[in-house]
């Protein structure tokens, strides 16, 4: 049974940093690609950024692409969100997701519970 559990969010200023984290459990980290995905009132969920299992690839939004990082550490089988220059737009439910099929990019099969960002203006 896969697990993650998502953390960090909270309040911050428009301009301020969050880092979010998410714990994996139950199989092998290293070997699934991560992601992470958001849901602001009233609209979609959608893709935000994305690592591959060997941490060479990494994938962005447009709209968060030079503002937020996404990276892992497999030997702590976590994966991370560094949001910095956040902006009201960026208020949402932030979930992290894991690939179900090994090695592969996509197939998210897995979601954490969310963790709620706030940035006031």
């Known amino acids: 049974q896969v697990q993650l559990v998502d953390s960090g969010g909270g309040l911050v200023q428009a301009g301020g940093s969050l880092r979010l984290s998410c714990a994996a459990s139950g199989r092998t980290f290293s070997s699934y690609a991560m992601g992470w995905f958001r849901q602001a009132p009233g609209k979609e969920r959608e893709f935000v950024a994305a690592i591959s299992w060997n941490t060479k690839s990494t994938y962005y939004a447009d709209s968060v692409k030079e503002r937020f990082t996404i990276s892992r550490d497999n030997a702590k089988n976590t994966v991370y969100l560094q949001m910095n220059s956040l902006n009201p737009e960026d208020t949402a439910v932030y979930y992290c997701?894991?690939?179900?099929?090994?090695?592969?990019?996509?197939?998210?099969?897995?979601w954490g519970q969310g963790t709620q960002v706030t940035v006031s203006s």
């Open positions: 997701a894991a690939s179900e099929v090994p090695r592969t990019l996509g197939r998210w099969g897995y």
